[in-house]
């Protein structure tokens, strides 16, 4: 793992999930390495009712029953869509069940207006098949193809991105779960195995940029994401993945919990001002998601670290904060502007301490942008 800059679930979390393994004496479907029971406590973490020797940590802080749906569908033999916001943890779920259900979360197609059909088929490699012709030994898989061949789950990365075209080629796939070879004479046909599906993701706010067909949409279960509102939820993912950050960069930094209440608070105040604008024009182009509150945090931290004191203070997470969300200049600026002079300062009136100095930096941040 010290060789990797980010190491997958799989890695991540190796020796959890062999002991997991040793333990669960739950019927698995088809190559499982996990029994479904087992999947959503690898993912949402253990309870004493739970009876095991030790604890497992929770991994994705949302609603059990979109764990369950999901892992209810890979039982079946339908794709998985996960659909939400930008930022609600979907293609972090995907890669754990990936983990728990096969030990591979890196078959993963990323759906861009590049991504052709080869990318989910196949290709081939031009060298060999100068040389040798066209065989199975030149030919190149794609990340499906070769989880249809191990019976493993296969990742497609923001399916509405990807053309029509590769959409179309996903239904034949879902539907009859076998991949032709038409420039082969024999050994032609690529059939997959049991426990083979596909885990998906979409923008909710790319609905209209590559809209799926009524055909392939058949071919899903829908799980939808939504958006963590809730604070105390919100305040432990942002604690996880802030601890991973110290823990990777090898940081001695206390994240002091006033600053993270005024984190959160300020986002929720944000996503409050955006619900009654009347013109996206009024809205920030940021998602407010809680992803990016994270890369906020991330952005205050480092700087902290590298040109401070190493003490995270309300001025410099201003600064980031204000650094990170205006995206558009005039329009976020303005907005930006008017919530630190309208919300902010109220905050700062009421509450003083660590709101004045966030206050401050706040102001500084946007007069250095102006």
């Excluded at 479907?29 to 087992?38: A, C, E, G, I, N």
């Excluded at 253990?46 to 940590?57: A, C, K, N």
């Excluded at 764990?67 to 916001?85: M, P």
């Excluded at 939504?226 to 939820?233: E, G, L």
Aim: glycine share 6%; with cysteine; charged share 25%.
């Amino acid at each position: 793992m010290s060789d990797m800059l980010r190491a997958p679930a799989e890695v991540k979390y190796a020796e959890e999930l062999e002991w997991l393994e040793s333990v669960d004496d739950g019927a698995k479907p088809f190559s499982w390495r996990l029994s479904p029971k087992m999947v959503r406590l690898f993912i949402l973490g253990s309870e004493p009712s739970d009876g095991l020797d030790r604890e497992i940590p929770q991994k994705w802080f949302g609603d059990r029953t979109f764990v369950e749906r999901s892992i209810v569908t890979l039982a079946s033999d339908r794709g998985l869509l996960l659909i939400g916001d930008p930022g609600t943890g979907k293609s972090w779920l995907a890669e754990l069940l990936s983990a728990a259900i096969c030990r591979d979360s890196t078959l993963v197609v990323q759906g861009t207006a590049g991504t052709t059909e080869d990318h989910i088929k196949y290709s081939w490699n031009v060298s060999m098949v100068i040389a040798k012709g066209q065989s199975r030994e030149s030919m190149i898989p794609s990340p499906i193809m070769t989880a249809m061949e191990q019976g493993a789950i296969g990742r497609f990365e923001e399916l509405t991105r990807s053309t029509s075209d590769v959409q179309d080629a996903l239904i034949s796939i879902l539907s009859e779960k076998y991949v032709s070879i038409p420039e082969l004479d024999e050994d032609n046909t690529v059939f997959a195995k049991p426990g083979f599906s596909i885990i998906a993701t979409a923008n909710s706010r790319d609905k209209g940029v590559n809209d799926l067909s009524s055909a392939l949409k058949r071919r899903f279960n829908f799980v939808r994401i939504p958006v963590v509102t809730n604070k105390r939820s919100e305040s432990e993912i942002v604690r996880f993945r802030t601890t991973e950050l110290l823990r990777r960069h090898s940081i001695d930094l206390e994240v002091p919990l006033t600053l993270l209440d005024i984190l959160l608070q300020s986002f929720t105040d944000l996503r409050a001002a955006a619900e009654s604008a009347t013109s996206d024009d009024e809205k920030l182009e940021s998602a407010l998601s809680t992803a990016e509150q994270i890369g906020v945090l991330e952005d205050a931290i480092l700087h902290s670290r590298f040109f401070g004191d190493s003490t995270l203070r309300a001025q410099t997470l201003a600064g980031s904060m204000v650094g990170s969300l205006v995206r558009r200049n005039p329009e976020d600026l303005t907005i930006m502007n008017k919530f630190w002079h309208g919300v902010v300062e109220k905050h700062s009136k009421s509450s003083g301490g660590e709101w004045t100095e966030f206050l401050e930096g706040g102001k500084q941040a946007i007069e250095t942008l102006s």
